[in-house]
């Protein structure tokens, strides 16, 4: 189950870049709670702490600002694409009971047979589930499985009261299969080499002829 976490922040009534560039020189993260059919709320949170909790998949937070409380899950993440610091986050109101859909990373762990290797087939899937048992990953076994074997969609063993969000259950999430050997080397080089010592020993004797004449 996600995490619940706890973020105390500030209304947010000005706006803009320059407002934003100043927040975060003040260590903060301007940020903005949607809420289906009513205005969105705006709000600043301490960058430090926010960032930490965003390295939580799925996470459900509470967010405390001014007078109010609203549980909500991140719905965006704004990142500076060179220094990856934190620039504004959206976030999307929710209620207990509500569900919500989320994309769930796919792990695997054990061991396959022999020489085979398991590949993931799809790092993420979508899964719909309650806001307060939102799963943060989803760990796959491939203990003892051998090339050839598949691990589908359908198979996926997911927490309680969660489902699938996929067209094709058939789908293969996880694939075990031997790798391929490197293909040999084509001789294209050797040819290559073959053409070059035809070219000097055709420019030597060229050269020997004009030495003769």
Same mark, same amino acid.
């Given at each position: 189950?996600?995490?619940?976490?706890? !973020?105390?922040?500030?209304?947010?009534?000005?706006?803009?870049?320059?407002?934003?560039?100043?927040?975060?020189?003040?260590?903060?993260?301007?940020?903005?709670?949607?809420?289906?059919?009513?205005?969105?709320?705006?709000?600043?949170?301490?960058?430090?702490?926010?960032? !930490?909790? !965003?390295? &939580?998949?799925?996470?459900?937070?509470?967010?405390?600002?001014?007078?109010?409380?609203?549980?909500? #899950?991140?719905?965006?993440?704004?990142?500076?694409?060179?220094?990856? $610091?934190?620039?504004? @986050?959206?976030?999307?109101?929710? &209620?207990?009971?509500?569900?919500? @859909?989320?994309?769930?990373?796919?792990?695997?762990?054990?061991?396959?047979?022999?020489?085979?290797?398991?590949?993931?087939?799809?790092?993420?899937?979508?899964?719909?589930?309650?806001?307060?048992? !939102?799963?943060?990953? $989803?760990?796959?076994?491939?203990? =003892?499985?051998?090339? /050839?074997?598949? @691990?589908?969609?359908?198979?996926?063993?997911?927490?309680?009261?969660?489902?699938?969000? @996929?067209?094709?259950?058939?789908?293969? $999430?996880?694939? #075990?299969?031997?790798?391929?050997?490197?293909?040999?080397?084509?001789?294209? /080089?050797?040819?290559?080499?073959?053409?070059?010592?035809?070219?000097?020993?055709?420019? =030597? =004797?060229?050269?020997?002829?004009?030495?003769?004449?």
């Amino acid at each position: 189950m996600a995490s619940t976490i706890t !973020l105390e922040g500030e209304p947010r009534t000005q706006f803009g870049k320059g407002v934003a560039r100043r927040m975060r020189v003040a260590k903060q993260i301007p940020a903005t709670i949607y809420a289906g059919g009513t205005e969105p709320s705006f709000v600043a949170l301490p960058m430090k702490e926010t960032t !930490l909790a !965003l390295r &939580r998949a799925n996470a459900l937070f509470t967010i405390k600002f001014g007078n109010e409380t609203k549980m909500a #899950v991140v719905k965006d993440v704004q990142r500076n694409p060179v220094k990856r $610091i934190v620039e504004h @986050i959206d976030f999307y109101e929710v &209620r207990a009971g509500e569900k919500v @859909i989320v994309d769930v990373p796919v792990f695997i762990n054990g061991a396959t047979k022999g020489a085979s290797v398991a590949f993931i087939d799809m790092q993420n899937v979508q899964v719909r589930a309650d806001v307060t048992n !939102l799963p943060e990953r $989803i760990d796959i076994s491939v203990e =003892g499985m051998a090339d /050839g074997d598949k @691990i589908l969609a359908k198979d996926i063993q997911l927490p309680e009261g969660a489902e699938l969000v @996929i067209d094709d259950p058939e789908e293969s $999430i996880v694939t #075990v299969e031997v790798p391929k050997e490197e293909s040999v080397a084509s001789p294209s /080089g050797a040819a290559e080499g073959a053409s070059a010592e035809s070219s000097d020993s055709a420019a =030597g =004797g060229a050269a020997d002829g004009e030495k003769s004449e």
